[in-house]
C-alpha cells in the first residue's frame, strides 16, 4: 500500500471566526522529524500555527522528543528475570535499606508501647486510661511500619524485617511513680523515632530522591512535631498531679479522651 505523506499543514485563523486550513504535498522519507512553528501575523490576524514534517526542521525550543528511540536507553529496558521490579526506578539501594532500618524502629517503639498497655491493665496497677492511651500508641507504630511496607513495594524495594528486641515489663518508679516515668519514657520514644525519620529524609536527599523526601515529610514528620508536643504537655501536667490521687484523675481524663 502506498500512501502519499503531507509535507506541511498549515492553520491559520482570521477574524470572524474562520478557519482556513491549507495542505500541500510531496513526498516524504521515513527518516523526517517533525517540529511545530508560531509565526506572527500582521493587520489584525491571530497567529498562524505551523507543523511540517522535513529533515531540516528545527524545535522551537532546541529539545526533541522522540519517545520510540529514547525508550531504547538502557536504564529503561524491562527487566525479564521473574525475581526483578519491574516498578523500580532511580531508587537507590541505600533509600531502600534505610526504609527497611525505620521499619524496624517502628515496629521496636509499637513493641514497648505495647509492653506499656500490658503493665496499665494489670488488675494492681489498674490505670485503664494509661493502658488505652499506649495500646492506641502501639497501634499507630505499627502502622507506620506498614505504611512503610507499602512504601517500599511501590518503589520496588524489598522488604526484610530485623528482630526486635526485648522490652521491659516491669515501670515501677519510686521516685516519679510508674504513671509519669511511662510517659516520659513514651516522649523519649517519640524523639527518638523523629530523629530517625530526619535521618531517612536526609538519605533520600542525599540520593537526590525527591518523592522519598516528600512522601516522608508529608506522611511522619509534621505528625510526629505534633505527638511529641502533645505528649511533652502530659508529662508536665502528670509532674503538677505528683504520685497520687492526681494520677486518678488524669487516668479518668485519658479514658474519656475521644470518647
Wanted: proline content about 3%; charged content about 25%.
Amino acid at each position: 500500500m502506498l500512501l502519499r505523506p503531507v509535507s506541511s499543514l498549515c492553520v491559520q485563523a482570521k477574524q470572524g471566526d474562520n478557519l482556513i486550513c491549507s495542505l500541500k504535498g510531496s513526498p516524504v522519507t521515513s527518516s523526517s522529524s517533525s517540529a511545530l512553528s508560531f509565526l506572527p501575523r500582521k493587520h489584525g490576524r491571530a497567529l498562524g500555527v505551523y507543523a511540517s514534517i522535513g529533515t531540516n526542521n528545527h524545535a522551537l525550543t532546541g529539545v526533541v522528543f522522540q519517545p520510540f528511540e529514547e525508550v531504547k536507553k538502557e536504564e529503561l529496558d524491562i527487566p525479564i528475570a521473574p525475581h526483578l521490579s519491574l516498578a523500580r526506578q532511580k531508587y537507590a539501594d541505600a533509600c531502600e535499606a534505610a526504609i527497611n532500618e525505620q521499619i524496624n524502629v517502628e515496629y521496636n517503639v509499637s513493641y514497648v508501647y505495647h509492653s506499656l498497655y500490658a503493665y496499665f491493665d494489670r488488675d494492681n496497677v489498674a490505670l485503664k486510661g494509661f493502658a488505652k492511651f499506649f495500646k492506641e500508641s502501639s497501634e499507630e507504630e505499627r502502622e507506620h511500619a506498614e505504611k512503610l511496607m507499602e512504601y517500599q513495594n511501590k518503589r520496588g524495594g524489598r522488604v526484610k524485617l530485623h528482630s526486635i528486641l526485648m522490652p521491659p515489663s516491669e515501670f515501677d518508679h519510686a521516685e516519679k511513680g510508674d504513671a509519669l516515668y511511662g510517659m516520659e519514657l513514651a516522649l523519649s520514644l517519640e524523639k527518638l523515632t523523629n530523629e530517625k525519620l530526619l535521618c531517612l529524609h536526609n538519605v533520600a536527599v542525599q540520593n537526590n530522591d525527591a518523592q522519598m523526601a516528600d512522601f516522608i515529610e508529608s506522611e511522619y514528620l509534621a505528625e510526629q512535631v505534633e505527638a511529641i508536643k502533645k505528649i511533652s504537655e502530659y508529662v508536665s501536667q502528670l509532674r503538677r498531679v505528683g504520685k497520687g490521687h492526681g494520677v486518678w484523675h488524669f487516668d479518668q481524663m485519658l479514658l474519656d479522651e475521644g470518647a
